[in-house]
């Protein structure tokens, strides 16, 4: 049974830097993809960024561009998020997703794919 263990968020004030990180355990399992959504109160569940495995392709939600850096550790299914400048508007609750991806003009899915529990990020003002 894969399981996707996230850490890190927390509060901070605005301008301030968080990180999360978030491990995908499970037997034999190598997901195509990983990366972090986000759900802020009274929104959908929005994509922040992903990461194709194994040095592949990046995408990044157009407000977090240039704020926000994920990389990966592909041996350790690991996929972290470095948040810098934070605003207000990126509080919510971090959720990492593993094969639920981002590309370049929507999303796709692989045919299973998993969700982390949820971590929160609150920013003020």
């Known amino acids: 049974q894969v399981q996707l263990q996230e850490s890190g968020g927390g509060s901070v004030e605005t301008g301030g830097s968080l990180s999360l990180s978030c491990t995908a355990s499970g037997a034999s399992y190598s997901p195509n993809c990983m990366g972090w959504w986000r759900q802020s109160p009274g929104k959908e569940r929005e994509g922040v960024a992903t990461i194709y495995t194994g040095g592949g392709r990046i995408y990044y939600a157009d407000s977090a561009k240039g704020r926000f850096t994920i990389s990966e550790d592909n041996a350790k299914n690991t996929v972290h998020l470095q948040m810098n400048r934070l605003k207000p508007e990126d509080t919510g609750t971090y959720y990492c997703?593993?094969?639920?991806?981002?590309?370049?003009?929507?999303?796709?899915?692989?045919?299973?794919?998993?969700w982390g529990q949820g971590i929160q990020v609150t920013v003020s003002s």
């Open positions: 997703a593993a094969d639920y991806c981002m590309t370049g003009v929507g999303w796709q899915t692989y045919p299973t794919y998993y």
